[in-house]
């Protein structure tokens, strides 16, 4: 199983980690998910900050979604967030619901996790499929 970063091609610095997710889609008659996110693609040792903090906008595109689950702190909160910090294998989550969730589909190709800061919540998610597409070039930090 590729790690989510290995989806980045074309990108020799990208990383999901501190991404902005900007939306998300699931269709769950369809068993398909879309998360779009600015995704950090500069070069970390860069001299300047705008070299280290360049975006690019891309697609994660999930198919064959059996489990769609949100768990934050705050029941107020429909959306998973904007901010995404952690990402990983469902296998190495330390949540009590991370880990009962892992039990039940460990089988699955892609079983895994998500945490977004700004909100304190987690995404869990499996998938049989997963594709990631660039939309456009890189950009500057807002």
């Given at each position: 199983?590729?790690?989510?970063?290995?989806?980045?091609?074309?990108?020799?610095?990208?990383?999901?980690?501190?991404?902005?997710?900007?939306?998300?889609?699931?269709?769950?008659?369809?068993?398909?998910?879309?998360i779009?996110?600015?995704?950090?693609?500069?070069?970390?040792?860069?001299?300047?900050?705008e070299?280290r903090?360049?975006?690019?906008?891309?697609?994660?595109?999930?198919?064959?979604?059996r489990?769609?689950?949100?768990?934050g702190?705050?029941?107020?909160?429909?959306?998973?967030?904007?901010?995404?910090?952690?990402?990983?294998?469902?296998?190495?989550?330390?949540?009590?619901?991370?880990?009962?969730?892992?039990?039940?589909?460990?089988?699955?190709?892609?079983?895994?996790?998500?945490?977004?800061?700004?909100?304190?919540?987690f995404?869990?998610?499996?998938?049989?499929?997963?594709?990631?597409?660039?939309?456009?070039l890189?950009?500057?930090?807002?």
């Amino acid at each position: 199983m590729q790690t989510l970063d290995e989806l980045l091609s074309h990108e020799p610095h990208a990383t999901f980690h501190d991404a902005t997710v900007v939306e998300v889609q699931h269709d769950a008659t369809a068993g398909s998910a879309v998360i779009t996110a600015d995704v950090c693609v500069g070069y970390p040792e860069a001299s300047t900050v705008e070299e280290r903090e360049r975006r690019r906008r891309g697609r994660l595109s999930l198919q064959g979604v059996r489990l769609w689950r949100q768990d934050g702190s705050d029941p107020a909160v429909s959306a998973p967030g904007n901010w995404l910090t952690a990402e990983g294998p469902l296998a190495e989550v330390t949540t009590e619901l991370g880990r009962a969730l892992h039990r039940d589909f460990e089988t699955e190709p892609y079983c895994w996790y998500l945490y977004f800061s700004d909100t304190n919540s987690f995404l869990y998610w499996t998938a049989r499929d997963v594709s990631f597409e660039w939309e456009g070039l890189a950009r500057p930090a807002a």
